[in-house]
């Protein structure tokens, strides 16, 4: 990590966390420096003791300590999403401090609300796109960044249920199914349930996490993991990229791409270089997820600061690149501007 990385989390962690709680105490009339550096104390404070809580695996305490720490920090952002508006609106239309104080309380617990409500929605999104070398119609569902151990079984067996109706031919995993080292074959048992193909590869999740513990947690279901693999169905090839591999390793090790067969390649992280190397060496659809479209406002706008590809459909040379919302949620189940997603694609041959 260099300094500048270092100096802009610094400053993050003082606007997000310090400057909210100081300026609800400004209007106050208290402005001592202690409310601003208490609360980033705190966060600071609790996931640190969440890592020593996994450490020894002490599922107990990190079971609520970890969670408070990620409600800490999403909360804090949704704080400060309100007492910048709300500020700004005081200033420019002369509220008092005293009732800017209770705008603010008052639209945070009503944004939090809002967020938890529709953190439990899940989406199914219809996805109809072009395709070459295809004589008839394929239906498939893609599925992301469902961070079980942040979601529970129940997540997971909700998503399965949206799923059957869709009578999809294959589904395709694109990274973050797990998160949590104490995650099991029983969260994600009820995919057990679906009777067709399932195509897994690993997201930045599951390496940090002890190593095979993907492979432990899904030993007992019909799930492929196909991290650097190539598998085909019927006239498509499904490439797998694992999350430490490139592009590029990824396509020469499983001996290129085949120009008379339609290509996905399934890559958890939607970067630009890569994008465009997988456009470049003939894919035909690109599948990714990771950013969660920030899951939150303000954190879209720092996942826009390090993606050019956010969440949708683009088109890079003659490839498509389609990026899933995520079908979980990292940390607490809070979403505004964005769904839980599950994605069905229509593959349609290009007459």
């Known amino acids: 990590m260099n300094i500048l990385m270092i100096l802009v989390m610094i400053l993050a962690t003082i606007i997000f966390f310090g400057l909210p709680i100081w300026n609800l105490a400004r209007l106050q009339n208290k402005k001592h420096i202690l409310w601003a550096i208490v609360p980033i104390v705190i966060f600071i404070s609790l996931f640190a003791v969440a890592n020593i809580f996994e450490a020894a695996e002490n599922d107990f305490w990190y079971k609520i300590i970890k969670p408070l720490s990620y409600y800490w920090l999403i909360i804090s952002m949704m704080l400060f999403a309100v007492s910048v508006g709300w500020t700004l609106l005081g200033y420019a239309f002369k509220i008092s401090p005293k009732k800017i104080f209770w705008l603010i309380i008052i639209s945070t617990f009503i944004y939090v609300g809002i967020a938890a409500i529709n953190g439990q929605r899940i989406v199914v999104k219809d996805l109809d796109l072009p395709a070459q070398n295809i004589s008839r119609q394929y239906d498939f569902v893609h599925i992301t960044d469902l961070h079980s151990g942040s979601t529970d079984r129940v997540h997971a067996q909700n998503i399965v249920n949206k799923i059957k109706p869709l009578d999809p031919e294959f589904m395709v995993i694109t990274g973050d199914f797990i998160d949590e080292y104490y995650a099991t074959g029983y969260d994600i048992e009820p995919f057990n349930e679906l009777d067709f193909p399932i195509f897994l590869i690993t997201g930045n999740h599951e390496y940090y996490l002890e190593n095979g513990k993907i492979n432990e947690v899904i030993a007992n279901t019909d799930i492929l993991l196909i991290d650097d693999m190539k598998v085909v169905f019927d006239e498509l090839d499904i490439i797998g990229v694992n999350e430490l591999a490139t592009v590029d ?103």
């Not at 396509?251 to 890559?267: K, M, T, W």
């Not at 190397?277 to 996942?303: C, D, F, V, Y």
């Not at 498509?320 to 694609?345: A, C, D, M």
Request: hydrophobic share 35%.
């Open 249 to 351: 390793q990824t396509i020469a090790g499983v001996g290129g791409i085949d120009p008379n067969r339609y290509s996905i390649l399934l890559d958890h992280q939607p970067k630009t270089d890569e994008a465009i190397r997988a456009s470049e060496n003939g894919a035909e659809l690109m599948l990714s997820g990771h950013t969660h479209k920030g899951q939150i406002w303000p954190m879209n706008w720092l996942i826009k600061l390090q993606f050019k590809y956010v969440s949708g459909l683009y088109q890079i040379g003659e490839m498509f690149l389609y990026i899933n919302q995520g079908t979980g949620t990292l940390g607490p189940k809070l979403r505004v501007n964005s769904v839980n997603e599950i994605t069905h694609i229509h593959l349609l041959p290009e007459s």
